[in-house]
Protein backbone atom coordinates (compact mmCIF):
# COMPACT_ATOMS: atom_id res chain seq x y z
CA UNK A 1 0.00 0.00 0.00
CA UNK A 2 1.53 3.48 -0.97
CA UNK A 3 3.12 5.43 1.91
CA UNK A 4 0.81 8.50 1.84
CA UNK A 5 -2.34 6.64 2.50
CA UNK A 6 -1.17 4.27 4.54
CA UNK A 7 -0.02 7.24 6.48
CA UNK A 8 -4.32 8.88 6.11
CA UNK A 9 -5.29 5.48 7.55
CA UNK A 10 -3.29 5.63 10.97
CA UNK A 11 -4.05 8.75 11.35
CA UNK A 12 -7.56 8.14 11.15
CA UNK A 13 -7.18 4.94 13.26
CA UNK A 14 -5.06 6.68 16.03
CA UNK A 15 -7.86 8.96 15.95
CA UNK A 16 -10.44 5.89 16.45
CA UNK A 17 -8.47 4.70 19.12
CA UNK A 18 -8.56 7.59 21.72
CA UNK A 19 -10.27 6.63 24.10
CA UNK A 20 -11.73 10.50 24.32
CA UNK A 21 -13.35 9.81 21.54
CA UNK A 22 -17.59 8.71 21.37
CA UNK A 23 -18.39 5.51 19.66
CA UNK A 24 -20.10 7.46 16.65
CA UNK A 25 -16.57 9.30 16.11
CA UNK A 26 -14.65 6.08 16.40
CA UNK A 27 -16.88 4.66 13.97
CA UNK A 28 -16.92 7.38 11.22
CA UNK A 29 -12.63 7.01 11.32
CA UNK A 30 -12.93 3.63 11.22
CA UNK A 31 -15.71 3.57 8.36
CA UNK A 32 -12.97 6.20 6.45
CA UNK A 33 -10.22 4.40 7.16
CA UNK A 34 -12.27 1.03 5.47
CA UNK A 35 -12.91 3.29 2.44
CA UNK A 36 -9.58 3.86 2.22
CA UNK A 37 -8.46 0.24 1.82
CA UNK A 38 -11.22 -0.70 -0.28
CA UNK A 39 -10.15 2.04 -2.73
CA UNK A 40 -6.61 1.17 -2.71
CA UNK A 41 -7.95 -2.46 -3.95
CA UNK A 42 -10.08 -0.76 -6.64
CA UNK A 43 -7.05 0.95 -7.89
CA UNK A 44 -4.63 -2.01 -8.35
CA UNK A 45 -7.16 -3.88 -9.86
CA UNK A 46 -7.58 -0.53 -12.63
CA UNK A 47 -4.29 -0.56 -12.92
CA UNK A 48 -3.84 -4.04 -13.93
CA UNK A 49 -6.01 -3.44 -16.91
CA UNK A 50 -3.33 -1.82 -18.47
CA UNK A 51 -0.01 -3.36 -16.50
CA UNK A 52 -0.67 -7.16 -15.88
CA UNK A 53 2.54 -7.53 -14.20
CA UNK A 54 1.68 -5.16 -11.41
CA UNK A 55 -0.94 -7.41 -9.85
CA UNK A 56 -0.26 -11.12 -10.48
CA UNK A 57 -2.56 -13.79 -8.68
CA UNK A 58 -0.79 -15.91 -5.91
CA UNK A 59 -1.46 -17.51 -3.12
CA UNK A 60 -0.12 -17.83 1.00
CA UNK A 61 -0.79 -20.04 3.67
CA UNK A 62 -1.61 -18.86 7.50
CA UNK A 63 -1.70 -21.47 10.23
CA UNK A 64 -4.63 -20.67 12.57
CA UNK A 65 -3.37 -21.10 16.17
CA UNK A 66 -5.70 -22.72 19.38
CA UNK A 67 -7.57 -21.47 21.16
CA UNK A 68 -10.40 -21.43 19.00
CA UNK A 69 -8.59 -22.02 15.57
CA UNK A 70 -11.54 -23.21 14.18
CA UNK A 71 -13.45 -19.79 14.63
CA UNK A 72 -10.81 -17.25 13.85
CA UNK A 73 -10.68 -19.36 10.36
CA UNK A 74 -14.18 -17.78 10.14
CA UNK A 75 -12.84 -14.73 10.65
CA UNK A 76 -10.38 -15.30 8.15
CA UNK A 77 -13.02 -16.07 5.68
CA UNK A 78 -14.93 -13.26 6.39
CA UNK A 79 -11.93 -10.85 5.85
CA UNK A 80 -10.73 -13.02 2.82
CA UNK A 81 -13.97 -13.08 0.46
CA UNK A 82 -15.15 -9.43 0.62
CA UNK A 83 -11.72 -8.68 -1.07
CA UNK A 84 -11.80 -11.50 -3.24
CA UNK A 85 -9.79 -13.78 -2.14
CA UNK A 86 -10.49 -17.47 -1.49
CA UNK A 87 -9.75 -19.82 0.44
CA UNK A 88 -9.07 -23.77 1.39
CA UNK A 89 -9.00 -25.02 4.96
CA UNK A 90 -6.53 -27.79 5.74
CA UNK A 91 -6.70 -30.06 8.73
CA UNK A 92 -3.62 -32.23 9.44
CA UNK A 93 -2.14 -34.42 12.75
CA UNK A 94 0.65 -34.26 14.61
CA UNK A 95 1.78 -37.43 16.85
CA UNK A 96 4.00 -36.79 20.33
CA UNK A 97 6.14 -39.60 21.99
CA UNK A 98 3.19 -40.16 24.15
CA UNK A 99 0.98 -41.28 20.93
CA UNK A 100 -1.47 -38.34 21.65
CA UNK A 101 -2.40 -36.43 18.34
CA UNK A 102 -2.97 -32.89 18.05
CA UNK A 103 -4.69 -31.13 15.26
CA UNK A 104 -3.52 -28.10 13.19
CA UNK A 105 -5.57 -25.74 10.88
CA UNK A 106 -4.16 -24.00 7.91
CA UNK A 107 -6.23 -21.87 5.59
CA UNK A 108 -4.11 -22.07 2.21
CA UNK A 109 -5.21 -18.62 0.64
CA UNK A 110 -5.29 -17.03 -3.28
CA UNK A 111 -5.92 -14.20 -5.00
CA UNK A 112 -4.24 -10.83 -6.64
CA UNK A 113 -1.06 -9.95 -5.14
CA UNK A 114 -2.67 -6.31 -3.67
CA UNK A 115 -5.83 -8.34 -1.92
CA UNK A 116 -3.45 -10.88 -0.08
CA UNK A 117 -1.56 -7.77 1.23
CA UNK A 118 -4.87 -5.94 1.86
CA UNK A 119 -5.89 -9.37 3.86
CA UNK A 120 -2.80 -9.39 5.85
CA UNK A 121 -2.80 -6.46 7.03
CA UNK A 122 -7.14 -6.06 8.21
CA UNK A 123 -6.78 -9.85 9.02
CA UNK A 124 -3.76 -9.52 11.63
CA UNK A 125 -5.41 -6.54 13.30
CA UNK A 126 -8.81 -7.88 13.23
CA UNK A 127 -7.12 -11.11 15.65
CA UNK A 128 -5.20 -8.50 17.85
CA UNK A 129 -8.57 -6.79 18.07
CA UNK A 130 -10.36 -10.25 18.48
CA UNK A 131 -7.98 -11.05 21.23
CA UNK A 132 -8.09 -7.84 22.77
CA UNK A 133 -12.39 -7.75 23.01
CA UNK A 134 -12.35 -11.51 24.69
CA UNK A 135 -10.34 -10.57 27.23
CA UNK A 136 -12.34 -7.54 28.04
CA UNK A 137 -15.45 -9.61 27.65
CA UNK A 138 -16.75 -11.09 31.07
CA UNK A 139 -18.70 -14.32 30.48
CA UNK A 140 -22.08 -14.05 32.04
CA UNK A 141 -23.10 -16.87 35.22
CA UNK A 142 -24.41 -20.13 33.69
CA UNK A 143 -22.65 -19.95 30.22
CA UNK A 144 -20.11 -22.27 29.46
CA UNK A 145 -16.95 -20.25 28.74
CA UNK A 146 -16.02 -22.11 25.76
CA UNK A 147 -19.33 -21.87 23.72
CA UNK A 148 -20.08 -18.33 24.87
CA UNK A 149 -16.23 -17.34 23.62
CA UNK A 150 -16.89 -19.57 20.33
CA UNK A 151 -20.00 -17.64 19.55
CA UNK A 152 -18.58 -14.35 20.41
CA UNK A 153 -16.15 -14.88 17.82
CA UNK A 154 -18.68 -16.43 14.69
CA UNK A 155 -20.55 -12.54 15.85
CA UNK A 156 -17.16 -10.60 15.35
CA UNK A 157 -16.54 -12.28 12.23
CA UNK A 158 -20.17 -11.45 10.66
CA UNK A 159 -20.14 -7.74 11.49
CA UNK A 160 -16.72 -7.41 9.85
CA UNK A 161 -17.57 -9.24 6.62
CA UNK A 162 -21.03 -7.12 6.79
CA UNK A 163 -18.77 -4.04 6.85
CA UNK A 164 -15.88 -4.85 4.13
CA UNK A 165 -18.49 -6.07 1.67
CA UNK A 166 -19.78 -2.66 2.18
CA UNK A 167 -16.81 -0.74 2.04
CA UNK A 168 -15.89 -2.63 -1.09
CA UNK A 169 -19.12 -1.68 -3.08
CA UNK A 170 -18.96 1.47 -2.28
CA UNK A 171 -15.12 1.94 -3.35
CA UNK A 172 -15.86 0.07 -6.62
CA UNK A 173 -19.57 2.40 -7.51
CA UNK A 174 -17.39 5.93 -8.37
CA UNK A 175 -14.77 4.35 -10.27
CA UNK A 176 -16.93 3.51 -13.25
CA UNK A 177 -14.89 2.23 -15.77
CA UNK A 178 -11.65 1.31 -16.31
CA UNK A 179 -9.36 3.15 -19.08
CA UNK A 180 -9.50 0.22 -21.24
CA UNK A 181 -13.45 1.18 -21.25
CA UNK A 182 -14.36 -2.38 -19.53
CA UNK A 183 -16.94 -1.67 -16.31
CA UNK A 184 -15.59 -1.98 -12.78
CA UNK A 185 -17.78 -4.59 -12.33
CA UNK A 186 -16.17 -6.96 -15.24
CA UNK A 187 -12.86 -6.26 -13.54
CA UNK A 188 -13.50 -7.15 -10.16
CA UNK A 189 -15.35 -10.19 -11.92
CA UNK A 190 -12.38 -11.84 -14.10
CA UNK A 191 -10.25 -11.59 -11.22
CA UNK A 192 -12.75 -13.07 -9.07
CA UNK A 193 -13.27 -15.80 -11.93
CA UNK A 194 -9.02 -16.06 -12.35
CA UNK A 195 -8.44 -16.68 -8.48
CA UNK A 196 -11.04 -19.32 -8.36
CA UNK A 197 -9.62 -20.97 -11.25
CA UNK A 198 -6.44 -21.02 -9.45
CA UNK A 199 -7.57 -22.54 -6.54
CA UNK A 200 -9.58 -25.51 -8.78
CA UNK A 201 -6.50 -25.97 -10.20
CA UNK A 202 -4.44 -26.52 -7.00
CA UNK A 203 -7.12 -28.50 -5.21
CA UNK A 204 -9.84 -30.06 -7.92
CA UNK A 205 -11.70 -31.99 -5.43
CA UNK A 206 -12.08 -29.98 -2.55
CA UNK A 207 -15.77 -29.53 -1.33
CA UNK A 208 -17.91 -27.14 0.38
CA UNK A 209 -17.63 -27.70 4.06
CA UNK A 210 -20.18 -28.14 6.67
CA UNK A 211 -22.22 -25.37 8.27
CA UNK A 212 -21.62 -25.88 12.04
CA UNK A 213 -24.24 -25.64 15.12
CA UNK A 214 -22.87 -23.91 18.00
CA UNK A 215 -24.76 -23.22 21.22
CA UNK A 216 -23.81 -20.42 23.68
CA UNK A 217 -25.04 -16.24 24.11
CA UNK A 218 -21.98 -14.50 22.93
CA UNK A 219 -23.44 -13.56 19.30
CA UNK A 220 -24.92 -10.28 19.57
CA UNK A 221 -21.52 -9.14 22.31
CA UNK A 222 -19.07 -10.00 19.17
CA UNK A 223 -21.44 -8.53 16.57
CA UNK A 224 -21.12 -5.61 18.29
CA UNK A 225 -17.53 -5.88 18.61
CA UNK A 226 -17.23 -6.57 15.55
CA UNK A 227 -19.04 -3.63 13.99
CA UNK A 228 -16.70 -0.91 16.38
CA UNK A 229 -13.21 -2.90 14.76
CA UNK A 230 -10.66 -0.60 13.40
CA UNK A 231 -10.38 -1.75 9.74
CA UNK A 232 -7.53 -0.36 8.91
CA UNK A 233 -4.86 -2.86 10.51
CA UNK A 234 -3.43 0.30 12.58
CA UNK A 235 -1.77 -2.04 15.09
CA UNK A 236 0.39 -4.28 12.28
CA UNK A 237 1.24 -0.65 10.99
CA UNK A 238 2.70 0.56 14.16
CA UNK A 239 3.98 -2.92 15.50
CA UNK A 240 5.33 -4.52 12.25
CA UNK A 241 3.79 -7.55 12.56
CA UNK A 242 3.08 -10.33 10.09
CA UNK A 243 0.42 -12.88 10.06
CA UNK A 244 0.15 -14.39 7.03
CA UNK A 245 3.03 -16.77 5.66
CA UNK A 246 4.79 -16.36 2.04
Known sequence: MDEQRLARVR?????AENPGVTPEEAETYTAKAAELIAAYGIDRALLAETDPTSDLPGD?????EAPYAQEKATLLWAVAR??????????????????????HLTMHLFGYGSDLERLELLFTSLLLQLTSGLARTPVPPGEHVAAFRRTWILGFAAAVHTRLEAAEQGAAAPADRAETGRSVALVLADRTATVERLLQET????????RRSLQGGGYGGGYGAGSRADLGGSRLARSGRRSLGR
Do not use: I, M
Open 11 to 15: KLLAK
Open 60 to 64: REVEL
Open 82 to 103: PLRCQGVLRRTYSENCDGEFTK
Open 203 to 210: YPAVRPGR
